[in-house]
């Protein structure tokens, strides 16, 4: 394969998978309450967001147990990826590998929860890559968001707190069974997501990378594990391959435009 990279191929090798998961919250917050945060929409008797055995994605059209609406809720999920970045970096060399088939997966339920905080319902939600690492949930004040996370029911309105961010998938949960449901969503090669892996280091400013699930239909009530009831927690995983240099037609098609730019430069012809 190196041969064949050597000569101008096109075609990446597999290295390995990696995947980085969010810390467990394990029921209680704890350091789970740094990477996963269920936003409100409204501050109560959670403050302005939750990190426990659960989070979820919902509108105020979802049931609860007790038959009631559930409060509008979206889920941020970070995912430190520097540790995991540093040692591809060590084992294959910087810049000489990429990802493939990102996918972001979690467990949730089609079951009612035992806990009124959970809405249930069928429904559509959008993924967003966004650019802010710097949260956490906390239960802030009435008047105080502290670090959570803005909610947000569009993309301008997380374009406020996000500073940048790319749409990366449109999506629907459908109560469709019973019991627990690991779901798995495959994720573009956005460049602005891609980028925020590669450069991800443990001992640099970009540490993680942030997504943001934000409902967009007032029925959805999709519950995401993130350290209850004993299921996978939220992971991001992607395929490690060997990063491919341009075919060497295509060097030679640059290197020729470049060189009849020189020419026309001299020439006094406009660039």
Excluded: C
């Amino acid at each position: 394969m190196a041969a064949a990279l050597a000569a101008g191929s096109a075609q990446a090798a597999l290295l390995t998978q990696a995947s980085v998961s969010v810390l467990n919250s394990g029921g209680a917050g704890g350091s789970g309450a740094s990477t996963t945060d269920m936003v409100f929409a409204s501050y109560g008797s959670d403050g302005w967001g939750w990190a426990g055995g659960a989070g979820g994605v919902q509108g105020n059209a979802a049931v609860t147990n007790t038959g009631g609406a559930s409060a509008p809720a979206n889920e941020a999920l970070k995912f430190n990826l520097g540790t995991t970045v540093d040692g591809l970096n060590a084992a294959y060399g910087a810049g000489h590998w990429t990802v493939d088939n990102i996918k972001l997966s979690f467990a949730s339920s089609y079951n009612v929860q035992n806990n009124s905080r959970f809405g249930r319902g069928s429904g559509s939600f959008d993924i967003y890559w966004v650019g802010n690492d710097g949260w956490a949930q906390s239960k802030g004040t009435p008047t105080d968001k502290q670090l959570n996370p803005i909610y947000a029911a569009d993309a301008a309105t997380l374009a406020a707190w996000s500073g940048s961010q790319s749409l990366l998938a449109s999506e629907s949960f459908s109560l469709s069974g019973s019991g627990y449901v690991n779901l798995s969503y495959a994720l573009p090669l956005d460049t602005l997501l891609v980028n925020d892996i590669l450069t991800a280091s443990a001992a640099g400013s970009n540490k993680a990378t942030s997504l943001y699930l934000m409902g967009t239909s007032a029925t959805l009530g999709m519950i995401i594990f993130t350290g209850g009831q004993g299921q996978a927690l939220p992971t991001l995983s992607f395929d490690v391959v060997t990063a491919v240099p341009l075919p060497a037609a295509s060097w030679l098609f640059a290197g020729g435009l470049f060189g009849l730019g020189r020419i026309s430069h001299r020439k006094g012809l406009p660039r």
